[in-house]
């Protein structure tokens, strides 16, 4: 028996900043200020991750690249992992995250790659609520509501078969 199936979602786009709530709209200016901070000699790629948590305390993160190149970290992880070492009893609402190349700003919004994907899955699974994520770029902003919507199919502790205390 062959059964088909699907995957959509919808999300929401927004043209400026100002357009956005005024939380939001502040998660989007420290992602973008935390890019300003990566280290990116090799790519020039810098991209800036900002997560607010639920008391309103915003966590930045950085890209930090490395001439081993697999010893480098996204900033998604790393303000992620921020979040995890230094608040740890205060958990991740939304996560903004922006990329400025030597031209600026990028035009497009630039999603998580599939390893922030997968790290921020996790933090929604062991949180047990859904993070937002606030992707800016010049041309737009993307808001979608949670990681399971870029990451359908995931990989979690149930296919390890693991219990988690």
């Given amino acids: 028996m062959i059964r088909t199936n699907s995957v959509s979602f919808t999300f929401n786009e927004f ?12 998660l ?12 990116a000699p090799y790519s020039r790629f810098m991209v800036g991750a900002a997560v607010r948590l639920e008391s309103g305390v915003i966590v930045k993160g950085a890209n930090v690249e490395n001439a081993a190149f697999p010893s480098g970290i996204c900033a998604e992880r790393s303000a992620l992992s921020n979040s995890v070492s230094n608040h740890h009893d205060d958990k991740p ?27 921020i899955s996790e933090e929604e699974l062991r949180n047990g609520r859904q993070i937002r994520i606030i992707l800016s770029g010049k041309k737009k902003i993307q808001v979608i509501e949670s990681c399971s919507h870029l990451l359908p199919l995931q990989f979690t502790k149930n296919n390890l078969n693991v219990k988690l205390h």
Avoid: H, M, W
């Fill in 15 to 26: 043209d400026k900043p100002d357009d956005l709530n005024s939380d939001d709209r502040e």
């Fill in 93 to 119: 609402v939304a996560i903004a995250i922006a990329a400025i190349t030597e031209d600026g700003l990028t035009d497009e919004p630039v999603p998580p790659c599939g390893n922030c994907r997968q790290v």
């Fill in 28 to 39: 989007v200016f420290a992602a973008r200020d935390a890019a300003l901070n990566a280290y």
